[in-house]
């Protein structure tokens, strides 16, 4: 879920113990992740003979992960089924009581508390969230004032056009053309006029063009042709695209409970005329860079003719029609004519008409909607916008955030195993990985058949309406309002999946890590790792802080693996035959 530090923190937070049964070590690392959400539990002597240890993979913050991390040990052991040794139903209860724990509202303001406990420091954001800050700050800004920011201003010409100035290349093409300390210094005091005044400079900057000649600036105009496209797609394309579809959905949500409430109070104005609707700042911002990338085409178009000027959407106007994300369109820069754009009549009635002014002979009164018919398409579109990109925004800690949980209890000659999510518990039995726990995915049949079943959607890319990727988890209450439905029926359910195992002779060692680990390694090939580093002497600690470093990623420009959170626990079985020599025996596979 989203963002990324500038460097990876490596720094490791391990520990080791054990007893004359087991020995265990686990490491949790950062990496490029804001924030550590991970979690986990490493309990030697937890329940007469018995050990317990747990991973919870966070997400959306880390404070249910580390909640229940707390509470969780304690629960299950007041749990009257663990007494009895029913411990398939005592792992059930416990998850499943823990999180309706989580909606209750001292447990929600012990959440809030420990989310606000752990902020991150402003100086670690990365590029992107900054660029996210930016784009909260540019969204009531004139078009004018976020090009200067870019180091570009709009010149009004006196035929009425306008041609872009980039001051650095302009700067640049100076120095570089022998142009004199003396305009060198001139451009200096322009530049400065232009941060001072905004545009309020054209005439002095047309009395500068008049003192140094018109080569200068018409040789940067004519230059401009062949690196328009590139330098708007810097300003505009480079810096907000990204921003854009990573805050859509909230941004969706945001517009359609604003479009909706204009609506049915009859507030909306016509945008062509002298006043525009009231919106939000963030709806400001989308339409202003749906409106500078539609100039940028043209204007890219434009540049390619040989005698003609760059220009701004061909006028000295800036566009400010709206271009409708809840109706699902993608034609982002249709040609005039093409596109009808919503407005509003006097009543507050929405009504679409195209930005061509041509009749359409073929025109017959009986196919137009009726207001009702188009009032209640328009419902419809908003409906299934809402279903696609329905998700959480981020707000309320057990709302909007959430953990995976893998527990292993690790008794003298069994295993319980319960796991809801995507964090695993692999076994290794001579050299062979054996998978304890299956990952929860929305897109297996039995977690499809109840996502639903509670009246959710899996997108695409395998999110429950477009957001959580994983089906089970405790806490994300936000997915768990079908009132009809209890708690382990959701949309994301907190019924774990659990399983016992007997613990046989060739069981060495158990591995429980979060998918921070299993997305870069497969079940045997981290087998096959923490094996080769026993065979070779490495201590358990050391072993868990190199998987971490194995599978951390150089750079964030892939997909996302090696880019997340890691924590991994080793639990090696001891026995009193020579352990050791059965190590030292490799693998027929």
Excluded at 16 to 40: F, K, L, P, V
Excluded at 86 to 115: G, P, S, W
Excluded at 402 to 428: E, L, Q
Aim: aromatic fraction near 4%; hydrophobic fraction near 30%.
């Amino acid at each position: 879920m989203g963002a990324y530090l500038n460097k990876p923190i490596t720094e490791k937070v391990s520990e080791c113990g054990g007893n004359d049964r087991i020995s265990y070590a686990a490491t949790s690392m950062q990496g490029w992740r804001i924030n550590q959400e991970d979690a986990h539990n490493c309990i030697v002597n937890y329940d007469g003979d018995s050990s317990f240890f747990a991973v919870y993979d966070g997400h959306g913050g880390s404070e249910v992960a580390r909640y229940s991390a707390h509470h969780l040990p304690d629960m299950l052991k007041r749990n009257n089924s663990w007494f009895s040794g029913n411990y398939v139903k005592a792992m059930q209860d416990t998850f499943l009581e823990l999180d309706e724990l989580l909606r209750t509202e001292a447990v929600m303001k012990e959440l809030k508390r420990i989310a606000g406990s752990v902020e991150p420091k402003h100086e670690e954001l990365s590029d992107d969230d900054e660029d996210k800050q930016t784009l909260y700050e540019e969204a009531g800004m004139p078009i004018e004032t976020i090009l200067e920011r870019y180091g570009i201003v709009l010149h009004r010409e006196q035929n009425g056009k306008q041609s872009i100035i980039d001051l650095n290349e302009l700067r640049t093409q100076l120095e570089q053309q022998g142009g004199g300390e003396e305009q060198v210094q001139k451009m200096e005091q322009f530049e400065k006029k232009i941060q001072e005044n905004g545009l309020n400079v054209l005439e002095q900057e047309r009395n500068w063009k008049d003192q140094n000649g018109d080569a200068v600036i018409d040789k940067e105009v004519k230059a401009r042709k062949n690196q328009l496209r590139k330098t708007e797609e810097k300003a505009v394309e480079g810096r907000t695209k990204k921003r854009m579809s990573e805050l859509s959905p909230s941004l969706l949500r945001a517009k359609r409970t604003k479009s909706s409430n204009d609506i049915e109070e009859g507030t909306l104005e016509s945008q062509s005329n002298d006043t525009s609707p009231s919106r939000s700042a963030v709806d400001k911002s989308e339409e202003r860079i749906q409106d500078e990338r539609c100039e940028t085409a043209e204007i890219a178009g434009e540049s390619e003719e040989a005698n003609s000027e760059p220009e701004v959407a061909g006028t000295a106007e800036i566009s400010t029609t709206t271009q409708s994300i809840d109706s699902g369109d993608t034609d982002e820069c249709a040609p005039p004519g093409k596109n009808p754009h919503p407005s509003a009549t006097s009543d507050g009635q929405i009504t679409f008409s195209s930005d061509s002014e041509s009749v359409d002979e073929d025109y017959n009164a009986d196919e137009e909607m009726s207001e009702g018919e188009e009032e209640e398409e328009m419902d419809d579109e908003e409906i299934d916008a809402e279903q696609a990109y329905s998700c959480p925004s981020g707000d309320t800690p057990g709302e909007d955030s959430g953990t995976t949980a893998c527990v292993v209890v690790v008794f003298k000659d069994k295993v319980v195993v319960s796991n809801a999510g995507d964090s695993r518990a692999v076994m290794c039995r001579n050299g062979v990985a054996v998978e304890l726990s299956i990952d929860h995915k929305p897109e297996d049949d039995i977690e499809r058949r109840r996502i639903e079943t509670a009246g959710g959607e899996i997108s695409m890319d395998g999110r429950v309406n477009g957001g959580l990727n994983l089906s089970r988890a405790l806490g994300d209450h936000f997915y768990k309002k079908n009132a009809s439905l209890p708690l382990k029926e959701q949309m994301i359910s907190a019924l774990p999946d659990v399983k016992q195992y007997k613990i046989l002779q060739d069981d060495e060692f158990i591995i429980i890590a979060c998918d921070g680990i299993w997305n870069s390694l497969t079940s045997q090939e981290a087998v096959d790792f923490v094996r080769r580093k026993i065979n070779d002497g490495v201590s358990l600690k050391d072993i868990c802080e190199q998987v971490c470093d194995h599978c951390l990623s150089p750079n964030t420009a892939g997909d996302g693996t090696g880019c997340d959170n890691m924590t991994i626990i080793i639990v090696q079985i001891l026995r009193s035959a020579s352990l050791s020599q059965k190590l030292a025996t490799p693998s027929s596979s």
